[in-house]
């Protein structure tokens, strides 16, 4: 743990000699590091960025050393003055557990088996099943603690516990990251998004964080968010042609949190809404069933997503991706209820394109598009 050892930190800061490093590591932690045989794992490297720099000496000058570093988006993309060793370091981004690892987690690998198999048979059949866990996947999110303790019966009251401290953690990290002007503004996007989500029309707007909020005076607030990885940024396609992100509208987008559980957390929703009554999922009119929907999608990497709507009209698609050489249009329902919408209207304009549907209801493949329910994204 790299940002409570400063012996680890000063064995770093000195200069880059992998020599002389490897020799205090091995000194520090009382064991022999060998070439091949020992892997190096360094944790919340952000406080100590010159072991970032260091990484590009490892690779260099002793390849025969094996080194892994974990860290958070917060100090590493944004640091200043430590450069980032280009082409020298393999990127895994991890995000919270997706609804498919939730499950695995509380010991359903079956359920996730016939997700996966696309046995939608089964699936229809196990619905009260899969829709008890989803619904306790809305309230826990994929945050690794707020999972544990929900696991180990810890109670929904540590649980949201958990959630509302790693809110607070990043709200105070904030003021190490970022500067002094900027942390009202970083505060002020942070905090609105429940607003933004659980609107009617989920487009972000300035004027909801402040009267008289404008793009310039936020928008460098909301892609440090993005940067970090705590918000996504999902802009809008002018025109559902391909390639979608020839007709990417940067000036229009929706904003959603990282994971659902933090979502409900900041937007103090009670847990008895989200786990014994439909209040929460009908009160906020689909913002809560986007979010998770989208988290699914980002976190299976379904490469950039958009959104799309239609000038004057009131056509609006909830999602569109691009996969190979098809554009695939997404709708999302938070229930059952799925007449008069957008998908069908422009699915029956434009034939030549497939379109799906997110739901409570089950599986179904209709004329124009596939209708799944929200627990078998894919």
Known sequence: MCDKDEEISKIFSAN?????????????????????????????????????????FFYEDAPDFHIAVACSLLGISLHQGNSFPV????????????????????KQERLVDILNKRDYDSINTLKDTYEKFLRQYYFVG??????QAYIEKEGIQEVRAIQTQILFDYSRDFSKHVSKTDIPRVNMVWQGIPAQLFKENKKF??????????????????????????????????????????????????????????????????ASQMLVSDDAIK????????????????????????????????????????????IVPIEVK?????????????????????????????????????????????
């Open 16 to 56: 880059f000699d992998i020599e002389r490093i490897i020799l205090q590591l091995g000194a520090r932690i009382g064991k022999d590091i060998r070439p091949e045989k020992t892997l190096i794992i360094l944790d919340e490297i952000q406080s100590s960025p010159r072991i970032l720099e260091c990484l590009k």
């Open 87 to 106: 082409g020298k370091v393999d990127m895994i981004r991890v995000f919270p557990m997706n609804f498919e690892e939730f499950l695995i987690a509380n």
């Open 142 to 147: 994929g945050m690794p603690a707020a999972v």
């Open 205 to 270: 707007i300035y004027g909801l964080l402040k009267d008289g909020g404008r793009a310039k005076e936020f928008e460098m607030a909301i892609q440090w968010l993005v940067d970090a990885g705590l918000v996504y940024k999902v802009n809008r396609c002018k025109a559902i042609k391909m390639p979608l992100k020839a007709y990417e509208d940067f000036s229009a987008f929706k904003l959603f949190l990282c994971d659902c559980g933090l979502l409900g957390a900041l937007a103090e929703i009670p």
């Open 283 to 326: 009160e906020y009119k689909g913002g809560f069933t986007e979010q998770y929907v989208l988290q699914q999608m980002v976190s299976r990497d379904e490469g950039s997503i958009y959104y799309y709507s239609a000038g004057n009209s009131r056509l609006e698609i909830d999602f569109l991706v691009q996969k190979e050489a098809k």
């Open 334 to 378: 938070a229930e059952g209820n799925v007449r008069a919408n957008s998908l069908s209207e422009f699915l029956k304009n434009n034939p030549e394109i497939r379109g799906v549907r997110y739901s409570m209801l089950p599986y179904v493949q209709q004329e124009h598009f596939d209708n799944l329910p929200l627990w078998a994204i894919q």
